[in-house]
């Protein structure tokens, strides 16, 4: 199988930059959001529409990012 509708961008949730990659593989659609810095991926979802998988991204990622503590430099 190949990928098809490619998109990836980078939005800013709870503050922090995070970079949202979608795709679709067959029939479903898949959705990864990562930190930009460290490049950890913070959640991979999928979903029957881009929309539906992009948002289930960002909810979880929304979640886990604010639960994280900043530190003044």
Excluded at 52 to 65: P, Q, V, Y
């Amino acid at each position: 199988m190949k990928p098809e509708e490619y998109s990836e961008r980078r939005v800013e949730i709870a503050g922090w930059p995070c970079n949202l990659t979608t795709y679709k593989l067959g029939e479903v659609y898949h959705c990864k959001a990562d930190n930009v810095s460290p490049g950890a991926a913070l959640a991979r979802t999928t979903g029957a529409t881009k929309q539906e998988a992009e948002t289930k991204a960002l909810e979880r990622a929304e979640e886990l990012l604010k639960r994280t503590k900043r530190n003044p430099v």
